[in-house]
């Protein structure tokens, strides 16, 4: 049978295929992650993108450093947040640099998006990103379609599964776009996978393995 896949976490928890999401900015959690060997992914938080150049250089040197670290498997999460403080030029600039990142070291993004869905979209197609994840993502259907549509992929989070409308685009979502995450959680993996199982009317082992498959595609740029 197929792992649960955890595709975004902030603690890790032993009961999953989970990739750590780990801050950029962060020295001693990036040396740490290097270490480890597990999956995980690196970049600049939108509500970090105030801080000095000098911190964001030496955070983006850090990304690049790691591109042939073992388990190093996407650049974020990054992206726009518009409900922050942070300037939005602010978190622009970060969010573009680091998309640039991505798009030369041929990696995916882990995105970060809060009210900010037509900027983020407008941004990755610009710079010509084949494969970005809407961390727990929440929005309507017809929005999860536009992500599928550019051939994307929507992580729902038990954030995900607290908005009607995003229950229904979980319902209707394509099976080939669909990932699933803990975030910040302390709900069990095998929860959020009932919950959403329940939801696509499938059972828990089918959505293991679809997830799975879809995460195998993502890493592998198939």
């Not at 750590?20 to 970090?48: I, K, M, T």
Request: net charge negative; glycine share 4%; with cysteine.
């Amino acid at each position: 049978m197929a792992p649960y896949v955890d595709f975004h976490t902030h603690r890790r928890s032993g009961d999953a295929l989970e990739i750590l999401n780990v801050e950029a900015l962060d020295a001693g959690a990036v040396a740490r992650a290097c270490q480890q060997g597990q999956p995980f992914s690196l970049g600049v938080h939108p509500w970090r993108a105030d801080v000095s150049q000098t911190e964001l250089q030496e955070a983006f040197s850090r990304i690049e450093q790691c591109v042939n670290v073992d388990g190093f498997v996407a650049i974020g999460e990054c992206g726009l947040d518009w409900v922050s403080q942070v300037a939005r030029a602010a978190q622009m600039s970060v969010f573009e640099q680091q998309i640039e990142l991505a798009h030369r070291l041929a990696m995916p993004v882990v995105l970060h998006c809060v009210r900010a869905f037509e900027e983020v979209m407008q941004t990755l197609r610009v710079r010509k990103i084949r494969r970005a994840v809407f961390h727990s993502f929440v929005g309507s259907p017809q929005q999860a379609e536009r992500v599928v549509r550019e051939g994307y992929f929507c992580s729902f989070s038990p954030r995900s599964l607290m908005s009607s409308r995003t229950c229904e685009a979980i319902r209707q979502i394509a099976p080939s776009a669909l990932l699933i995450e803990r975030d910040e959680s302390a709900e069990s993996i095998a929860s959020i996978y009932e919950r959403i199982a329940e939801l696509r009317n499938c059972s828990v082992e089918e959505l293991r393995e679809l997830v799975f498959e879809n995460y195998k595609r993502l890493i592998d740029n198939e």
